[in-house]
């Protein structure tokens, strides 16, 4: 326990599992008030922060939240976007209905948060903002990883933006672009990889490892030390980049 966000009010949305639970209770650890969300609000359990469901597709639900945490906690110091999906294939098994649903949920998703959070940040003339990017997007181009890679680029450019246009006051902007990091989701993408190649589950697992210049994936922690000091006053001069925390994936 430590204070480097004392006092600070802070939501991160899909903090039910992996990197998005991993910087909610770092957040919590550093003395920040949290405001834990997901769209499955059992994965939730355990969490020490304000726990609520939030569908981050649904303009309704981020409205909803937004006037309930205002009344509770007043605007948000620090908000962290972190739910995001992955479309595995190339532009020729991507259907449209893959390439909206990539897009709604890991970009459009951010649009809905920031603006309807920001006004509340502007009005404190105080906030930060960390959206979860990836290796993968315009910081590297990676095999099946079409749709995916491009809402994450799609998220660097939107968090470039917001940090421009809110740079004079009081508004930092920043994206975290991960390795492969260990999490429920990669488990799942290697259990299917297996059923679909016939290959063991350790193959496909070597394959991504393979992927980590280190020999070995990230994990979630790894991940929310950097998030934790974009979202505290440590970071005060830093706005608008992309930050590798990627084991050397970009090397
Ligand atoms: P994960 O994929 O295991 O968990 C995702 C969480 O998002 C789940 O708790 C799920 O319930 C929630 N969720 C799904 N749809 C939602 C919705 N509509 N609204 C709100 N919550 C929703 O977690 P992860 O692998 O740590 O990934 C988290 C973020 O990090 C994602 O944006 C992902 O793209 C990014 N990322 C992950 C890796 C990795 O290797 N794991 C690498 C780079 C970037």
Not at 34 to 47: C, E, F, Y
Not at 82 to 110: E, I, P, Q, R
Request: charged share 25%; with cysteine.
């Amino acid at each position: 326990m430590s204070n480097r966000l004392n006092g600070k009010v802070a939501l991160v949305t899909a903090a039910g599992q992996g990197i998005g639970r991993a910087i909610a209770e770092k957040f919590a650890d550093q003395g920040a008030k949290v405001i834990a969300t997901d769209l499955d609000p059992n994965k939730l359990q355990g969490l020490r922060a304000k726990l609520r469901k939030l569908d981050v597709c649904s303009q309704d639900d981020v409205e909803a939240l937004s006037r309930e945490t205002a009344r509770e906690f007043g605007p948000l110091d620090i908000l962290v976007n972190c739910a995001g999906y992955v479309h595995h294939g190339t532009v020729l098994n991507c259907s449209d209905k893959d390439w909206d649903f990539s897009f709604d949920l890991n970009v459009k998703s951010m649009h809905r948060t920031i603006k309807t959070f920001l006004p509340g940040m502007l009005e404190k003339k105080a906030g930060s903002i960390v959206n979860i990017s990836s290796t993968a997007s315009s910081i590297r181009g990676v095999p099946n990883r079409y749709a995916y890679g491009a809402t994450k680029a799609a998220v660097i450019g939107l968090t470039k933006a917001v940090a421009a246009d809110f740079i004079t006051r009081g508004i930092r902007c920043n994206a975290i672009c991960p390795g492969t990091v260990e999490s429920p989701s990669l488990g799942e993408r290697i259990a299917a990889l297996s059923t679909e190649t016939g290959r063991s589950r350790e193959a496909v697992r070597q394959d991504f490892v393979a992927r980590q210049p280190m020999g070995r994936l990230g994990t979630a922690e790894e991940i929310a030390w950097l998030a934790l000091f974009l979202a505290s006053d440590e970071a005060s001069y830093i706005t608008g980049q992309a930050h590798l925390v990627d084991g050397g994936m970009a090397l």
